[in-house]
């Protein structure tokens, strides 16, 4: 069990206890905290603090203070009342933070619209201890973990009772959820880490720090017998249950001191340290029994697609996603990785790669010496610090335009089951070996060897309208890969265009019918998928804009088109989508842009 109160003062129940009411009469209901009777958490008030704090950010000097309250200025009691209630959830974990500056904080917000609060009130009583340390940043980067607060409470608002409920007492549906908000403001904050603590204690620890957590899993990874267990949150507790073992008071924390110090210290366990395993690490692997697929992207064939991805990735392909532009390939390669629960970096190819970017090379060090350090590929596959083996897979956007023989090279007789050394020493003096995995679940961590997982794989994305144009992808590279078309829709009809602008959250847009002449006028010059139509609809949504949206995302689609056929493309615009096109400007920049000097 991850809960903390049960073996530390009874005092710090009361933190606990102001979780659950939080839960229960905010989460669940509208009500207050802190004024009994009150409505102050609903949806209208909520969507204040988004419009004037998250959507309105200030980025002047000033204190947060001063820029909170200049951003709340003129908005209602209830309002104020809300980012005072929000700031209350703030402050419930740190410890670091005196409860007197907790209190003149809230005091200081009341004071803006003359609100009294009474803190004689038992709920006051967890803000006196605080749970665990946060660290200076969490109060530097305040903004950002406030408005993953209000970002939080706002998504579940948007849920059924019922949803919410199952949310809030399912730990995986609660990471998940999590999860999904952080995508919103794409920064990993502590105060995620906080409400998955403070909602479920008992699933999920009291720290904050994403490092911490990592550096716990991989110090304690052997204790894990479920080599498919990928999240860290996850994997923190089933180490826990073992560790929970030898403290047969209850009285285990991960922040005990003879604990903290191995894996704060970065050193895996040694022989004889009960793992069973001596200091060997567990190969990362993958569940690849998975039936999910994203929901707010929308494709034609979707099962098809779906079946070829899950397919070839089961069978120990790796995939590169091909079609034309503007069809999602990049976005479904990250969603495919979310699927899967892999971590996942992504680079774009480019003509000037060789071994050196992919798989490393000599570089100097600080103080000028020449070090083996890895290319993009092998830092998929350990961790430099502290040789730990791990498997990131790699997203590689527009890979034909690499020089696939002479980028990959060495990598080619790894994926087929060879040993490779290379021509580098690691700094323990012993010559790089790059080995596949085989039938080896463990290894021990050493400085020159690089093991590549067997469940380690690579997405590559292709645009096919400059496939020609680039280097063409070698014979023995296409082998080991499974190419998958994400094409545009055979049939762009009112009915699918409706469907995108539900998924893209524009489902009152004013003029669907635009979006369908132009999108089918463009595909008889060009082949370009929706996120071009994306882009057009959101420029045009408040103003009809259509020719600078046409300018901005869709002409430029057109280099290598004759300036015949980009001119024909204007005049049919105009004169086929009623009225919404002004011919004279985009003639103007077809002349610029194409550089038109009367050759046609």
């Not at 209190?103 to 009294?116: E, F, P």
């Not at 009960?274 to 200091?279: K, P, S, T």
């Not at 762009?492 to 959250?505: A, C, H, R």
């Not at 020719?547 to 056929?565: H, R, W």
Request: net charge negative; hydrophobic share 35%.
């Amino acid at each position: 069990m991850a809960i903390y109160y049960k073996y530390k003062k009874d005092d710090r129940k009361a933190i606990y206890d102001a979780a659950e009411k939080w839960k229960e009469k905010c989460l669940l209901d509208d009500e207050s905290l802190i004024w009994v009777g009150e409505n102050i958490w609903t949806q209208g008030n909520i969507h204040r603090l988004i419009e004037r704090f998250v959507n309105s950010p200030d980025i002047s000097g000033e204190s947060f203070e001063q820029k909170f309250e200049k951003q709340l200025k003129n908005e209602s009691v209830e309002v104020h009342k809300l980012a005072i209630e929000i700031m209350f959830i703030y402050y419930l974990f740190p410890k670091s933070i005196k409860n007197e500056t907790k209190k003149n904080k809230l005091k200081m917000i009341a004071g803006w619209q003359g609100i009294n609060i009474d803190f004689n009130l038992p709920i006051f009583q967890a803000l006196e201890e605080g749970i665990g340390a946060t660290g200076p940043f969490y109060n530097r980067a305040i903004n950002s973990e406030i408005s993953y607060l209000i970002l939080f409470v706002n998504a579940l608002k948007q849920k059924t009772i019922q949803q919410r409920n199952e949310i809030l007492n399912d730990c995986a549906l609660l990471k998940e959820f999590a999860e999904n908000v952080r995508k919103e403001i794409n920064k990993k904050v502590q105060v995620q880490n906080i409400l998955l603590h403070l909602i479920l204690p008992e699933k999920f620890e009291r720290i904050t720090s994403w490092g911490h957590k990592e550096k716990i899993v991989k110090t304690y990874q052997y204790l894990i017998d479920d080599n498919s267990v990928v999240d860290t949150d996850y994997q923190l507790f089933l180490i826990r249950e073992k560790l929970e073992e030898n403290y047969p008071d209850g009285r285990f924390d991960f922040y005990l001191p003879e604990i903290k110090k191995k894996w704060q210290d970065g050193n895996p366990p040694k022989r004889g340290d009960g793992g069973g395993n001596g200091n060997k690490s567990n190969i990362p692997t993958v569940n690849f029994h998975v039936s999910e697929f994203p929901d707010d992207l929308v494709f034609e064939n979707e099962d098809l697609l779906k079946e070829q991805i899950f397919t070839a990735l089961k069978n120990g392909k790796h995939i590169i996603l091909t079609g034309p532009p503007g069809t999602g390939k990049s976005k479904l390669a990250k969603k495919i990785c979310d699927i899967y629960q892999v971590q996942s970096k992504m680079v774009t190819a480019s003509a000037n790669w060789s071994t050196y970017e992919t798989i490393g090379g000599y570089r100097p060090n600080k103080e000028g010496n020449l070090c083996f350090r890895e290319g993009i590929f092998l830092e998929c596959v350990k961790e430099r610090e502290t040789n730990q083996p791990k498997n990131e897979w790699l997203i590689i956007d527009e890979i034909n335009r690499a020089d696939i023989d002479k980028a990959f090279g060495t990598l080619f007789s790894v994926l087929t089951g060879d040993e490779v050394t290379l021509p580098f020493q690691a700094d323990n003096g012993q010559s790089i070996v790059i080995k596949p995995q085989g039938n080896k679940n463990y290894i021990e961590p050493e400085d020159h060897v690089y093991v590549i997982p067997n469940d380690w794989r690579i997405i590559g994305t292709m645009n096919t309208i400059d496939k020609a144009s680039l280097f063409e992808l070698s014979y023995a590279f296409m082998r080991r890969f499974a190419f998958i078309p994400v094409g545009i829709p055979k049939k762009i009809t009112s009915e699918l265009v409706n469907q995108y602008l539900k998924v893209w959250g524009m489902s009152t847009y004013p003029n669907p019918k635009a979006l369908v002449d132009i999108w089918q006028l463009i595909n008889e010059y060009r082949k370009v998928g929706p996120a071009i139509i994306k882009d057009i609809a959101r420029h045009a949504q408040d103003n009809d804009d259509y020719t600078s949206a046409i300018i901005l995302y869709v002409l430029p689609q057109f280099e290598g088109l004759s300036l015949s056929k980009i001119k024909e493309f204007v005049s049919r615009l105009a004169d086929e989508t009623d009225d919404v096109i002004v011919k004279d400007v985009l003639d103007e920049f077809v002349d610029d842009f194409f550089n038109a000097g009367g050759f046609e």
